[in-house]
Every structure is written in structure tokens, then in C-alpha cells.
């Protein structure tokens, strides 16, 4: 973060891509060129796609989506064409650790999650049953499986 | 729709995709002085390297570029002779969300760039060695190695 004559410039950096704000485009322009000149650089424009997340800017404001990412995630775990469901866990159902043949692949499992958490960045209603689904990274059984692919029908509900 | 992306150079190297993208990445790393070929030492241990690939896509799902990386078999390494400490730039997510909310809440608008080949920007420390790239083999030279002047991906 830089204050200038003008005001301010901000830059985020995630170790190759950047974002670059601020309250006035003469700065921001200024700082692009000296990027430019100083490394190999991309200029892309207006922010549109950041770690997976897209950015649509309007006058009214900004929204951030994870559409894509999600469509992405679903065709990799084979759930693309799969009926969606409005509440991301069964109503009820108690999850406990030892109960339920284990899962055979393990890293599938926590690869799903994984995803999923990601995912909260903006489906904050995912939040609460990602959370009950993570309880059992170490050792899942079908029961948090079946619990996990819930959440991705739940997740395609509305995509 | 999902391309099936390469495991190693052998299956690679019969797409013409892949090739192209290969000579590009072994380009910039020799336009960017990132090694020199050097005979091996007698008492010197070198790490190896592999090719990775990657398919990129653009938010609307079609294909953006084939992307490679040369990557260096980091793991190799041992902590406190071939490397110390390890540092890496990493954003928080919430920080990012701070940005683009301050950004929406100001009306400021928002750009974006990237960096074509970090890694060439970093000088490296220690002394390291490391095999020729698979596929890439100095055939007048097969038993030099290379040199490492600058950080590659995966080096710690």
C-alpha cells in the first residue's frame, strides 16, 4: 500500500498474480508501467478471475462467484449430471466417528472437502456442513461420504 | 470437455501441444541465465528434475493454454545444507476479500496482472546442481549437469 500525491495505491499479491486498486487511475496507470518495465508482466485488465473466483465490477457494486470453479469440481468427482438438493445436510442425522464401513480412498475424501472449503470463500451457507464433514479428514466412513456428496448436490442446486 | 493432462514427458512429447510448450518454458529459462552446464564434482550430489503439465482454463471452461513447468525434485533436498529457510509470498483469502470490498465500497476500480515466470527473478544462494531436463539432454554433453544460478520451482 502506497500513499502518493493523489492518494492511494493498493497491491495484492499472490506470488505471481496481482491485484491492483486504488483512488486514482493515473497512479494505478503509473504503477503498471513501472511493473512493466521492471519485470515480464501480463496486464489483464480489469480484475475478472482471481485464485478461481470471478469478479463481476458494476456500478452497483461487485459480485464474486465461484461458478466456474464449481462446475469444475463437480465434472471431477462425477457428480455433474447429479439431482441437486435445497439443504446442504440431512436433517437429524447424527455423524459419528466410528460408525459406518471406512472409506476406501481417503484422499479422494479429503481432496473433496478440500474443494469444498475452498468453496465457502463465497458460498458462506456451505460453512456449517463443511464443518460437520471435516470432523472426519483423519479417518471417513461411507456415512461422511454420503453426508459429502450431499453438500455437492447441494452445491449444484442453483448453479 | 477435460482434457487428460500428461504424467510425464514421454507421454507429452507426443503432442505437439505439449512440445511447443516445453521449447517455450526451456527458452525463457535459458534466455534468463538460470543455469550454466558444468561438469560435476566429485564430491558434489545433484537433484533431479521433472516436467509438469497443466491445462488452464478460462472462467467460462475453454481451454486458455497448455502450460509446462520445469520443477526441481525439491524434496531431495536436505535442510541446513541445501537449503535453510523458506519463505514464500502468500495472500490470505481474507485479505484479498478486504481489498475488493474496500475497493467496491470506494467505487476505486480494480486491475489485475501477472508475472510471466516468477521463479526467474530470484537469484539463488546456495550452490546446487541438478540434472539436465528429460527430453532436453545436451547430446555433445552428457555428462555435464547443470548449474543452478536461479531459483526453480519446487527448490526450496
Redesign the interface.
Given at each position: 500500500m502506497k500513499k502518493t500525491d493523489h492518494g492511494i495505491v493498493?497491491i495484492?499479491?499472490?506470488?505471481?498474480?496481482?491485484?491492483?486498486?486504488?483512488?486514482n487511475?493515473v497512479d494505478?496507470f503509473d504503477l503498471?508501467k513501472l511493473?512493466k518495465q521492471k519485470?515480464?508482466?501480463?496486464?489483464?485488465?480489469?480484475?475478472?478471475?482471481?485464485?478461481g473466483i470471478?469478479?463481476i465490477?458494476s456500478p452497483k457494486?461487485?459480485w464474486?462467484l465461484q461458478r466456474?470453479y464449481a462446475?469444475?469440481k463437480l465434472?471431477?468427482y462425477g457428480m455433474t449430471g447429479c439431482k441437486p438438493i435445497s439443504i446442504p445436510l440431512e436433517q437429524n442425522v447424527k455423524l459419528n466417528a466410528d460408525e459406518g464401513d471406512l472409506v476406501e480412498d481417503t484422499t479422494m475424501y479429503k481432496r473433496i472437502v478440500g474443494s469444498l472449503i475452498y468453496m465457502i470463500?463465497t458460498r458462506l451457507d456451505l460453512s456449517y456442513a463443511v464443518g460437520v464433514v471435516s470432523q472426519f479428514m483423519q479417518t471417513p466412513r461411507k456415512p461422511h461420504l454420503d453426508a459429502v456428496r450431499r453438500i455437492l448436490k447441494y452445491v449444484s442446486h442453483g448453479l | 470437455m477435460q482434457e487428460v493432462e500428461p504424467t510425464c514427458f514421454e507421454q507429452a512429447a507426443k503432442n505437439p501441444k505439449w512440445d511447443n510448450a516445453m521449447d517455450e518454458e526451456m527458452a525463457a529459462l535459458d534466455a534468463n541465465a538460470t543455469w550454466e552446464l558444468v561438469v560435476l564434482l566429485k564430491d558434489k550430489k545433484t537433484i533431479g528434475c521433472k516436467w509438469v503439465y497443466k491445462v488452464k482454463h478460462n472462467a467460462d471452461g475453454s481451454v486458455s493454454i497448455y502450460k509446462t513447468r520445469l520443477v526441481a525434485k525439491g524434496y531431495a533436498q536436505t535442510y541446513g545444507i541445501e537449503y535453510e529457510e523458506t519463505y514464500s509470498l502468500i495472500t490470505k483469502m481474507t485479505t484479498v476479500r478486504l481489498i475488493i470490498a474496500m475497493a467496491a465500497t470506494k467505487g476505486w476500480s480494480l486491475h489485475q496482472m501477472d508475472v510471466k515466470n516468477v521463479f526467474l527473478h530470484g537469484d539463488l544462494q546456495d550452490e546446487m546442481y541438478m540434472e539436465q531436463p528429460p527430453g532436453y539432454v545436451d547430446q555433445t554433453h552428457l555428462n555435464l549437469v547443470y548449474r543452478l544460478k536461479k531459483v526453480l520451482y519446487n527448490l526450496k
Open positions: 493498493v495484492v499479491i499472490y506470488v505471481d498474480d496481482l491485484i491492483i486498486t486504488g483512488d487511475d494505478i503498471k511493473l519485470f515480464e508482466m501480463k496486464d489483464l485488465g480489469e480484475l475478472r478471475y482471481f485464485l470471478e469478479v465490477q457494486g461487485m464474486l466456474q462446475l469444475n465434472s471431477e470463500v | -
